[in-house]
């Protein structure tokens, strides 16, 4: 079943890509881009479901079956409010900072593999081109802050770009971590090294390393509960304090879609990305009929569903930890990432080193 | 005129308009970003001569963390704009240091053989990231650890500097907070005690 569509998309691609490159490439970041919006939309649905059921409440349950047209409410309530520039601001930059933030996080999804071959770029220095996407959501922040000609967003994105700086180091140790066993910045061979079962996966060597990623994946994305700043119940909100109406809505869906990436990330890096958890010879001979069968090996073999449900337990990690975690306090938030992580990251890479020296276990042969 | 020398006289008009900005600009924060973006448009420059590990290591190194903590300075310092400052010291200055530093660049164009020396393609088929990643333990790699140990002595002494004055810092003590209990802090009290 599989197969067919696998087939079907290679030849719509060799049609489109006779028509010529750059509406090729177009098309295909428009495949990408659409389904991630639609995430983002139903991402902030689910938090507000999730953290309801936990607290116990319904959550939204009003605008269509369910609730489940809330986003669209929400997104069309923000697009016709109006958009308020403060005065004396630099309005070429208040209007700029919220596209930085957004292109930036949009572009990182190009190097991302959701299959074997589905990958609209795959370069060399993947994990690098990732890495510095992301360092550049920084930027962001810091003009939103200055342009806005507010002392409280001004001193809300020097809050939140300090905490990103810090938290940034520790990811990048831990990526270092990745890389040495992967020898290759490329994403796909950073999946292909994995290969094998559950217990191939980076995960189990580099634990500590993981911890830290997705703990600094946490904190760069500005979530719970690392989140000052937002800090909602404690203070006004942070660099987009001056924000109303689309500008908002449009680092809202930047906030989103970084930690959709994250997990994306984290499934990748140390879960096998769309690798299967199951090994095929292990199984048994399934023959009910035809077609349950295929459906059934098409479930275990590896493929970018298995790449979708690990992105989405990473997603589900972040709403349960907002619900479940009190905010930390800004000099212990500092503390953890300098202090902590960082040196915890330099001793797993030393004991790495021990184990590449050495050969031990599956992974470092 | 192919897309790429389209896509390349764009970019260095880019890098020219934004340099030049760099210097008039008053605004210091505007001049940090403009910065910024030549630095950016330099990585595409890099990218176009296949140089991705370069082009991308610019935009991570000096986009996403140098000028990060540029901005973060000017931004907290209050800079006043100075407006009436005889600048003609200025400008002789300048004139003196930009005379100087095109002769060089003009010797270092026209007078060197670009063909014949530096740039040896090992293997085709190997990745340039995969390549200066060889070369840089192999043949540099002395040079590659100094300067590993150079910034690793900047790291300390900022360090340094920045502990001097322990006393007047307000400081948490995160040992204290610990060992801090309920006992020492709450004290229940009965309706007689108020």
Redesign the interface.
């Known amino acids: 079943m599989f197969d067919y569509i696998v087939n079907y998309f290679n030849i719509l691609l060799a049609y489109f890509y006779g028509l010529s490159i750059l509406p090729y490439t177009l098309i295909l970041i428009t495949m990408i881009m659409v389904p991630l919006l639609i995430l983002v939309a139903y991402y902030t649905y689910a938090e507000r479901k999730i953290i309801a059921s936990m607290q116990g409440r319904l959550g939204p349950n009003v605008v269509g079956p369910k609730g489940l047209l809330q986003p669209f409410a929400d997104g069309v309530k923000l697009f016709f409010k109006e958009i308020v520039i403060p005065t004396d601001s630099n309005k070429f930059l208040f209007l700029l900072a919220p596209i930085i933030t957004f292109t930036v996080a949009f572009a990182a999804w190009a190097v991302i593999p959701f299959d074997s071959v589905l990958v609209l770029s795959d370069i060399n220095a993947g994990l690098l081109y990732i890495l510095a996407m992301t360092s550049l959501g920084i930027y962001g922040i810091i003009i939103a802050g200055w342009a806005s000609n507010s002392k409280y967003a001004l001193l809300g994105a020097m809050r939140s770009a300090a905490l990103i700086i810090a938290y940034e180091i520790a990811m990048g140790f831990a990526l270092v971590g990745v890389i040495m066993v992967s020898g290759s910045l490329n994403l796909g061979d950073i999946i292909n090294i994995q290969r094998g079962s559950v217990f191939n996966w980076l995960w189990v060597p580099l634990f500590p390393l993981f911890i830290i990623y997705f703990i600094a994946g946490v904190a760069e994305t500005n979530r719970a509960p690392f989140d000052v700043a937002e800090g909602e119940s404690e203070l006004v909100a942070g660099f987009h304090v001056e924000y109303s109406g689309m500008g908002f809505a449009v680092f809202f869906i930047a906030e989103y879609a970084n930690m959709i990436l994250i997990s994306a990330l984290t499934a990748i890096l140390f879960f096998g990305g769309w690798l299967s958890p199951f090994s095929l010879d292990s199984l048994g001979d399934f023959a009910i009929n035809d077609f349950t069968n295929n459906l059934i090996l098409f479930f275990i073999n590896d493929g970018i569903h298995w790449f979708i449900f690990k992105t989405l337990f990473f997603m589900f990690c972040f709403i349960w930890f907002r619900a479940t975690f009190p905010r930390y306090r800004y000099d212990q938030i500092m503390r953890l990432g300098w202090k902590i992580l960082i040196p915890l990251t330099l001793v797993w890479i030393f004991v790495e080193m021990l184990f590449i020296h050495f050969k031990i276990g599956p992974w470092f042969n | 005129m192919d897309i790429i020398s389209i896509l390349f006289y764009l970019v260095t008009s880019v890098v020219i308009i934004s340099s030049i900005g760099l210097i008039v600009v008053n605004n210091t924060?505007h001049a940090a970003?403009l910065l910024?973006l030549i630095f950016f448009n330099t990585a595409v420059l890099w990218l176009m001569m296949n140089a991705?590990?370069l082009a991308?290591?610019l935009?991570?190194v000096y986009?996403?963390?140098v000028l990060?903590?540029f901005?973060?300075v000017i931004?907290?310092l209050d800079i006043q704009v100075k407006k009436t400052v005889s600048k003609k010291l200025y400008l002789l200055f300048s004139i003196i240091i930009s005379t100087i530093m095109f002769a060089e660049l003009y010797l270092v164009i026209f007078y060197h053989d670009f063909q014949n020396s530096s740039v040896k393609i090992i293997n085709q088929n190997i990745?340039?990231?995969?390549e200066i990643g060889l070369l840089l333990f192999t043949e540099h790699v002395f040079s590659f650890e100094v300067t590993a140990f150079i910034l690793l002595v900047a790291i300390i002494a900022a360090i340094a500097i920045n502990m001097t004055d322990r006393q007047r810092a307000l400081r948490?003590d995160?040992g204290k907070q610990i060992l801090e209990t309920k006992e020492k802090r709450l004290k229940i009290l009965k309706d007689d005690e108020i």
């Open positions: 924060v970003l910024v991705e590990f991308i290591v935009v991570l986009v996403g963390a990060v903590l901005l973060f931004m907290l990745s340039n990231t995969y948490q995160p």
